[in-house]
Nanobody
Framework: QVQLVESGGGLVQAGGSLRLSCAAS????????MAWFRQAPGKEREFVAA????????VYADSVKGRFTISRDNAKNTVYLQMNSLKPEDTAVYYC????????????????WGQGTQVTVSS
């Protein structure tokens, strides 16, 4: 079992920045690929970014490429999402997720989920 707790969400103006953190506990953190997903009201949960177990590989959704950066610190059991140049369409609840396999774009591939943190970008 892996427990995931997100933090760092909030209200920010368009063009601003936020840094999300996801602290993991339970099993060995470095055994899991990690990802961020988001879900806006009335929409399906969508992939944002993922990082491999070692942190050497990252992938991003086209909508955030060049603006968001995912990283992890295996010594601290934490994954981060640095979000720059935020847009109103980035408004959503952001979830981190852990996958015992490899990086994947689909929510069903992930075994453990956090409770989510709200990000609101005002125009």
């Amino acid at each position: 079992q892996v427990q995931l707790v997100e933090s760092g969400g909030g209200l920010v103006q368009a063009g601003g920045s936020l840094r999300l953190s996801c602290a993991a506990s339970g099993r060995t953190f470095s055994n899991y690929a990690m990802a961020w997903f988001r879900q806006a009201p009335g929409k399906e949960r969508e992939f944002v970014a993922a990082v491999s177990r070692s942190g050497s590989s990252t992938v991003y959704a086209d909508s955030v490429k060049g603006r968001f950066t995912i990283s992890r610190d295996n010594a601290k059991n934490t994954v981060y999402l640095q979000m720059n140049s935020l847009k109103p369409e980035d408004t959503a609840v952001y979830y981190c997720a852990a996958n015992r396999g490899n990086i994947d774009y689909t929510p069903r591939a992930y075994d453990y989920w956090g409770q989510g943190t709200q990000v609101t970008v005002s125009s």
